[in-house]
């Protein structure tokens, strides 16, 4: 009896933790940046090592953020972005214009399901292929428009970041595990 009821508890223990972590779960509520800033995270290019502080404070300089960035050592960083759903468009904007320039630039947008609403990420190599989408230069340019309000900046994020349905795998077109639906 005992050993049903303890293997029944780790069974709905298991459920909870698994509804827990799901990506349709990660939708924190997005409070003002005045209460819970942006975290700025990821590389910026080696070339700009002596420069560091003075780009750090070029991240922070719209106020509302807390950056910690490293220099990447190995020359450039990876062309990836990732911004989080609660960013305000104004910061995101500045966000990705630091990047353009600091970092080996912008292809790929990492999809907002998986990381936190009031987080970015610049030149980042923490997420694998499959959670991310290439993007153009036209479609980079698109999402630093300034006519965009915060919501028509996300909507577009959202649109240019959904993942493709499939993935190369050992030759082979593989449907991608990691697509958001």
Same mark, same amino acid.
């Given at each position: 009896?005992?050993? #049903? ?48 502080? /003075? ?10 953020? !807390? ?26 904007? @500045? ?15 990492? #999809? ?20 991310? /989408?290439?993007?153009?230069?036209? /479609? ?13 900046? @996300?909507?577009?994020? /959202? ?16 449907? #991608?595990?990691? !697509?958001?639906?």
């Amino acid at each position: 009896m005992k050993k #049903n009821r303890a293997a029944w508890i780790a069974g709905l223990s298991m459920w909870a933790i698994l509804f827990a972590v799901s990506p349709a779960w990660a939708g924190d509520e997005c409070l003002p940046v005045e209460e819970k800033p942006i975290k700025v995270e990821g590389w910026i290019s080696k070339k700009f090592k002596k420069e560091r502080k /003075q780009i750090f404070k070029e991240f922070g300089a719209l106020g509302y953020t !807390r950056v910690r960035l490293r220099v990447f050592p190995m020359g450039d960083t990876a062309k990836v972005v990732g911004i989080g759903r609660c960013v305000p468009a104004y910061l995101a904007r @500045h966000i990705l214009k630091m990047a353009l320039t600091y970092t080996a630039g912008v292809d790929s947008l990492v #999809n907002q399901a998986f990381i936190s609403g009031h987080w970015t990420g610049i030149g980042t190599t923490m997420f694998d292929e499959p959670s991310q /989408q290439k993007v153009d230069e036209a /479609q980079v340019k698109a999402l630093l428009n300034p006519d965009l309000s915060t919501d028509e900046f @996300h909507a577009l994020y /959202q649109k240019l970041s959904v993942q493709d349905e499939t993935v190369p795998y050992f030759g082979l077109d593989r449907p #991608n595990a990691k !697509r958001v639906e």
